[in-house]
């Protein structure tokens, strides 16, 4: 009898033992690193694979050399420590490997890369760094595949290619691409030198993918013989709002006065639809702020209100290359062709657009239109002006007299977006 007494005792010890590991490995909320008590592992991969969906992950203070893969919804927080507060994730020894196939079929090089999930991921930092990248690869720091969430409160720096690859169209920030219907929330972010890309939101031709990029910062290398970078880019169908953002150095330096070639922005709507660009600081870039259609992909109805725009480069500080767009409350300071243009080199149509209350100094055009008609133009309020509005043409012949940025005509720059 004490016997089995002992055996039964012994037989649901190992059961509950076995049932509390379970428990353990699959606990609500673990922790990467030894700042906090809790179940801990190593690596934030690890991790991931432990938690059950729904989890929250934990990041201590610390480098993690490792590039990650999240396929269930999770939550993955940065916690600080003490005085320390950075958790950052690096490139393994070797380089950064390809780990996913993006939605135009290109090889992409994810630091973080989440794939079917909801997902949050707030404090941390994707450090790029000598990522071995090469050109027809891509080195991105925070990418999401059909998947919706929260990319807040991060830091984003060095995607980059190395210079012998100038020109290859890789090397982005944040990149988030959509089949399906999706949301995705990018706010208060630093993204800091990428070779092509700041934050893209692609919709892949359809209307089911939508965001908010708010209050972030992204910076471009400035003059760079590498691709024509864009500081934040929504394009093909995404829908959603641009909003406090401050974005610049978006310079594509072999770029000259009657070239015709590739050109950056500093935030480019490029066949979407409707989207809103409000109260944004963009300063030192080739286009400030374009709204671009395409054959069969419009940009149609965009709302371009209370942007700061400053020191454009060869080109317009707001392009409307498409039609019924509001362009209105905008600050424009110093724009080397047009504060704004109403153009119509993109699909041959560009009407129905609104250019009202405006403040434009310093510009060889104030608001430059090219021959389409029935679009308003006025009220703005001019200063330092070669011509406060132009109409009929699509390049600014600057006045025989008076302020001007230049002293000949310039042609069209060529959009570039990312993608393959």
Known sequence: MRITRWLFSAGLFLVLAVYFAGQTAQASTVVVGTCKSGVQFATIQAAVNASPVGGTINVCPGTYPEQVTINKNLTVKGIGSGNQNARIITVPNGGLVTNATGIYGD??????????????????????????????????????????????????????????????????????????????????????????????????????????????????QGPTNGAAENSIQVAYGASGSIVNNTVGGDVWGPDQFGDTGD???????????AVTVKSNNVSQTQYGIAIVSVSGEAADGAQVTNNVISTTHLYDAIDLCSSNNTATGNTINGSDESAIHVDDTCTGASAGNIVQKNTINSACAGVL??????????????YNTGSNVVTGSNVCIPAPVGPTKTGQAKSHGRFRPARP
């Open 107 to 220: 090889a992409i090089q994810a630091q973080v890369y989440v794939t079917g999930a909801s997902v949050t991921i707030t404090g941390l930092t994707t450090d790029a760094a000598n990522n071995g990248g090469v050109c027809g690869s891509d080195p991105i720091g925070i990418y999401y595949q059909n998947s919706s969430g929260s990319i807040t409160r991060n830091s984003v720096i060095n995607d980059v290619l190395p210079p012998a690859d100038a020109g290859c169209q890789g090397g982005l920030g944040i990149l988030v691409e959509s089949t399906g219907t999706n949301s995705v929330s990018i706010t208060n972010n630093h993204v800091e030198n990428f070779s092509k890309n700041g934050i893209t939101v692609d919709g892949f031709g359809g209307p089911g993918l939508s965001t908010t990029i708010s209050s972030n910062t992204a910076v471009g």
């Open 263 to 273: 050109a950056a922005a500093g935030i480019l709507i490029y066949a979407s639809p």
């Open 369 to 382: 239109s090219g021959p389409v008609s029935g679009n308003i133009l006025s009220p703005n309020t001019y």
